[in-house]
């Protein structure tokens, strides 16, 4: 190769390696910084959705508040008029209503109602179901019978209804408690005092928890408000029911009055509660034999069995059926 012509190529190689040197080295000033404006970005945008979720959710709150108030009046006569907050309500009923989330005299007013009228309904249901419906040949005592056992069903209709309520409320706090535990250790030891601490703890935690957000923000709401800081973690234990929140709760109110600090005691209790949430993932796991063991002999078993014996017995049979003709 000519010696000017392999000088011209070096050369050129050697531009074009100092410009890709110059523009690698340049480039990100040119470009700026994209990671800020891109968390910028996505704090922008949660920020929106938070907000339509919120108005989603407060109109929705009004239209059933406003159809709530047109309902209950009439539940609200019928109360007062037999009195029946003092024959079927008691302490124990109203505070199962308020950790099952129904709070306030309306959710009380419909639970006393339903009390008193379902077995009512349930009665005329079954009388209609025993008497004309159905085909049962039975006499019309056992019938009669037979409606007042759907009647006594209407009875414990409403205390179940809200003790389910109660166990999956409770179920979605005990699942969500102990990340908000960490979320809470990292906003106390970044300097934030215990009521802003609970108030972004619920923002964070509305969509893995909306029960557990909404009781933090109770919390945080009663200790603005209250004058005895101690009630306001009291009340959020008695309105969970569960012993790791009153826990958390005492640690809270030992730290509030000797002045402690919490993050070693939420470390530790975040912890627990996780080591609790897999105790109790272990438990169900280890139960799931005993519980398969009834589908398996129902189900899995005839089909073995006849997959197993079905050869064989159309064999005999085709053998018998052979030496019969």
Known sequence: MDPQILQYVVAGLTLIAVSATVLMVALPYIQGDRLQSRM?????????????????????????SLRGQESRAYMRDVVRKFNLRKALADDKAIEKLRMAGFRGEAPLTVFLFARATLPFLFFALGLVYFFIVSDL???????????LMVAYGGIFAPNLFVSNRLQKRQESIRLAWPDALDLMLICV??????????????????????????ELVLTSAELSYLQDRRAAFENLGKRTGLEMVKAVMTSLMQAEKYGTSLGTSLRTMAKESR???MTAAEKKAAALPPKLTVPMILFF????????????????MATN???SH
């Open 40 to 64: 910028k970005a996505a704090a922008t945008e949660r920020d929106r959705l938070r907000r339509e979720a919120r108005a989603r959710l407060e109109q929705e709150e009004e239209r059933k």
């Open 137 to 147: 040949q039975y006499s019309t005592l056992t019938k009669f019978l037979f409606s």
């Open 189 to 214: 030891e970044s300097g934030m005092s215990i009521d802003v601490t609970l108030k972004r703890v619920s923002d964070e935690i509305g969509a893995r928890s909306p029960e557990l957000a909404e």
């Open 275 to 277: 080591d609790e949430r």
């Open 301 to 316: 078993m005839p089909a073995l069995f006849a997959v197993i014996m079905g050869p064989a017995i159309i064999q005999v």
């Open 321 to 323: 059926f052979s030496a």
